[in-house]
């Protein structure tokens, strides 16, 4: 299993406790923006940076990500085209994406689109809590040690 990021917008604390989940599972964290960033020195952490350009880091992500592997995102479609490959998405605030529930997420994500289309302010994502962070953790580490549990 690798973790594939998509860290343009991944906020720092999930990055940190993506770094320390990497070092401790020895699992490769694989960073993708559209900017550099400064990672770890770590054989299993890495960042690749792509060109800018709407979804570039995105489907960077899509053509690298297999089955069997972890999408940190928090972009609906993104989600969903992993998903059909057979790899796993995970929210930055801790929810498990899958095929049971992305459609839905899908639609709701459509519906407030057009609701923006049309000049109703929808509001965005609150701030991360430790709350948030915590259920990330949480959710990381159960992935994690399935996938550990696998490879013995």
Do not use: H
């Not at 792509?50 to 570039?56: E, H, P, S, T, Y």
């Not at 992500?61 to 972009?75: E, F, P, R």
């Amino acid at each position: 299993m690798k973790i594939w990021v998509d860290a343009d917008a991944c906020p720092v604390v999930i990055k940190e406790i993506l770094f320390r989940a990497a070092i401790r599972t020895q699992t490769a964290v694989i960073l993708i923006a559209n900017q550099s960033l400064k990672v770890p020195s770590s054989p299993y952490i890495k960042s690749i940076q792509v060109l800018k350009g709407f979804d570039v880091a995105d489907n960077e992500i899509v053509l690298q990500s297999q089955a069997g592997d972890l999408v940190i995102t928090s972009d609906i479609p993104l989600a969903a085209d992993v998903i059909a490959k057979g790899s796993l998405a995970l929210s930055p605030r801790g929810e498990l994406f899958s095929k049971d529930n992305i459609k839905a997420r899908l639609d709701m994500r459509d519906f407030l689109d057009t609701m923006r289309a049309s000049g109703v302010d929808t509001g965005g994502p609150s701030a991360l809590t430790d709350k948030d962070n915590k259920k990330f953790a949480d959710s990381l580490d159960r992935i994690l040690t399935q996938n550990i549990q696998l490879r013995q």
